[in-house]
């Protein structure tokens, strides 16, 4: 049996998955924080954060730039 899956439910269930969805959240929900995120410039890892629904200060203790 073959299943049908459109450019829409891709691009769908990718947004999801990264959690582009979602207006609020916390670190402790954050999936994307099991892996961590790419700080790419000089805001890059907190952008990565606040479109995931995140507002971290710049000094929060919870996380760690490695």
Same mark, same amino acid.
């Given at each position: ?5 459109? &450019?829409? =439910? !891709? /691009?769908?269930?990718? !947004? &999801? @998955?990264?959690? $582009? %969805?979602? *207006?609020?959240?916390?670190? *402790? %929900?954050? @999936?994307? $924080?099991?892996?961590? !995120?790419? %700080?790419?410039? #000089?805001?890059? +890892?907190?952008? +990565?954060? @606040?479109? &995931?629904?995140?507002?971290?200060p *710049? =000094?929060? #203790?919870? /996380? @760690? /730039? +490695?």
């Open positions: 049996m073959t299943t049908t899956v459109t &450019r829409a =439910d !891709v /691009l769908g269930f990718r !947004v &999801r @998955a990264h959690q $582009l %969805d979602r *207006a609020e959240g916390t670190l *402790a %929900d954050t @999936a994307v $924080l099991d892996l961590g !995120v790419q %700080d790419t410039g #000089p805001d890059g +890892a907190r952008w +990565a954060l @606040a479109v &995931r629904g995140l507002e971290v *710049a =000094d929060s #203790p919870d /996380l @760690a /730039l +490695a």
